[in-house]
């Protein structure tokens, strides 16, 4: 069986979910009704990172929030997908627009929405605080929890084992 380090080598693409990947699942109401989430200034330093060194980066999210789409996008990720009913035809519309394999894209995903579409990427990955039917079909389960650094480790692992992760940020001083 390959190991997921392996996997790595191939990865060219990086497709995330928002809720409980990007953030803790949780939200704050507003009295108007607005719902508020928190993100990890670390898992966008390393998003950034990836979006510079040319890697693709997406996200694939089943909520709406205008807020999230705006830090995605100052963060330079083009490729916001929000309130999408099928991750699947998502997915298949996004990496067939790229020409894009499955096999070179990382998935993180952490509940039941986020399951079949896992199922078809080559390194299907979690949060550690993710649901056991993903835990169950992930090739790679982060030692941190969604919206606390699981983002920045498979981004910073990835480029690692690509010889990108410090060669970046070593260019920026050239």
Known sequence: ????????????????????VLTDSSVHVTTSGEMLRTMNIRDGYAMKAAVECGYNVCVISGGSNEGVRLRLRNLGITDIHLAAPNKVETFTEYTELYSIAADQVLYM???IPDYHVMKLVGLPCCPQDSAPEIKGISKYVSHKNGGRGAVRDVIEQVMKVQGKWMEHFDAQFD
């Not at 996997?7 to 979910?17: P, R």
């Open 109 to 111: 995903g952490d509940d």
């Open 1 to 20: 069986m390959t190991s997921y380090k392996e996997i790595m080598n191939g990865i060219t693409t990086f497709i995330f979910d928002v809720d409980g």
